[in-house]
Nanobody
């Protein structure tokens, strides 16, 4: 069973930075794709960034140039570096595992950006 555990969320002022981590177990980490998604109160969950097994990345337009997704295959961990945070980035951030038709989610970590 694939397990994902997010950490690193918290309260930060606008313009600040946070780095989220997603520790993964129960799978061959290097062959999977991983993504970060977020869900703000009253809104649908949205994709933020994805990194594929070969290292290719993609980002939502709203975070391009501010967020960076990365992976450490030796540590089975995925990261999301978030810079220049805005109040509208406030949400619960979820890590997602994807391999073929398989998909698993972490429990989420809260990010709150104060204005």
């Amino acid at each position: 069973q694939v397990q994902l555990v997010e950490s690193g969320g918290g309260l930060v002022p606008a313009g600040g930075s946070l780095r989220l981590s997603c520790a993964v177990s129960g799978t061959t980490f290097s062959i999977a794709a991983f993504g970060w998604h977020r869900q703000a109160p009253g809104k649908q969950r949205e994709a933020v960034a994805e990194i594929r097994s070969g290292g290719d990345t993609s980002y939502a337009d709203s975070v391009k140039g501010r967020f960076t997704i990365s992976r450490d295959n030796a540590k089975n961990t995925v990261y999301l570096q978030m810079n220049s945070l805005k109040p509208e980035d406030t949400a619960v951030y979820y890590c997602r595992y994807r391999y073929g038709l398989k998909s698993n989610w972490g429990q989420g970590t809260q990010v709150t950006v104060s204005s």
